[in-house]
């Protein structure tokens, strides 16, 4: 075992011989770089002169794409997110060309890269602001959860959707479809023109369900009505989740207040097993639409097909 004194002079020794180590009475050194504050004024002038460059730059394009070229097309296309983000490499150039050579030598590296960012972060948050209600409308209207149908204990056996496709299996000959759907817009939902074409396969000709008008208007025709009568509960696709709260609201088909819903009885006396189509188109015609049309359109297509239930 090692005594407490022999541990003492063993530490002892070993700082002595620490201490005449090479070097060891060398000492770090202090000193500061001068500091030139008309060099760091003149630093501090450049980059605000860029910042403002930059989103000078940032503002010329996003007012271009929005009051240039949208005005030309006919709806969203690639090249009003890949052209002005192509425009980043003319960032160092546009520095180069209207700035003095002074101050355009005081750059580097880092200026180009944070000039980039400040660059493409302005843009997109003016293209936002130019878009977008109040100043335009780029968003169509369109259904707020495609398409339901409701329960019928009796009759139906089983139901799937998936991609516009929605199977309704029977255990009788024929079914009570009522068909649920619901507008909604950003801006004016009621005042998108719908046009609607409900048929039977190979029989286009004679649809089951032809509507045209504004969504206000066929609404208050009486599909408003069908739909109101029809219990949440009863929409065969459910509730509407709320991922945060964990909490349920109003059905799938139509889950908040401002969403207008509408139902049709498809076939009186049932409809027979087979194929039916839903044609639906939905336009919205405002001047703050910034398309040559001066509309935004969303049209889609889905498929009921009507099975016996296998025994």
């Not at 005042?191 to 190979?202: A, R, W």
Request: with cysteine; charged share 20%.
């Amino acid at each position: 075992m090692v005594d407490v004194d022999s541990a003492l002079r063993a530490s002892a020794y070993s700082g002595k011989k620490g201490k005449g180590s090479p070097g060891a009475g060398e000492k770090a050194s202090t000193e500061l770089e001068p500091f030139d504050p008309s060099s760091h004024a003149d630093k501090e002038k450049a980059d605000a002169v860029s910042m403002w460059l930059v989103i000078s730059f940032g503002l010329f394009v996003a007012l271009s794409m929005r009051y240039l070229l949208m005005p030309t097309m006919e709806e969203p296309k690639q090249v009003l997110w890949l052209l002005p983000v192509l425009l980043v490499g003319l960032v160092q150039p546009l520095h180069r060309a209207l700035l003095p050579s002074g101050i355009f030598e005081r750059y580097t590296g880092g200026n180009w890269f944070r000039a980039s960012f400040l660059y493409l972060f302005t843009w997109l948050a003016l293209s936002f602001a130019l878009v977008n209600p109040p100043l335009a409308d780029i968003a169509a209207p369109h259904l707020a959860g495609d398409i339901d149908v409701k329960s019928e204990a009796e009759m139906i056996e089983g139901t799937s959707f998936s991609k516009g496709d929605y199977l309704i299996l029977i255990d009788e000959d024929t079914v009570d479809i009522t068909l649920g759907l619901a507008v909604r817009d950003n801006v004016d939902a009621a005042n998108s023109t719908m046009t609607m074409i409900i048929y039977e396969k190979d029989n286009r000709d004679q649809p089951l369900v032809s509507v045209q008008g504004t969504a206000m208007q066929i609404a208050a025709a009486g599909p408003s009505s069908t739909f109101d009568d029809v219990e949440d509960e009863e929409w065969l696709r459910g509730l509407e989740k709320n991922t945060l709260t964990g909490k349920y609201g109003g059905p799938k088909v139509a889950p908040i207040a401002q969403d207008i819903g509408m139902a049709w009885v498809l076939c009186p006396g049932g409809c027979d097993v087979g194929k039916y189509f839903v044609e639906i188109e939905l336009v919205e015609d405002d001047s703050r639409v910034p398309w040559s049309t001066t509309q935004n359109v969303w049209s889609a297509e889905f498929t009921l097909t009507v099975m016996k239930a296998a025994t």
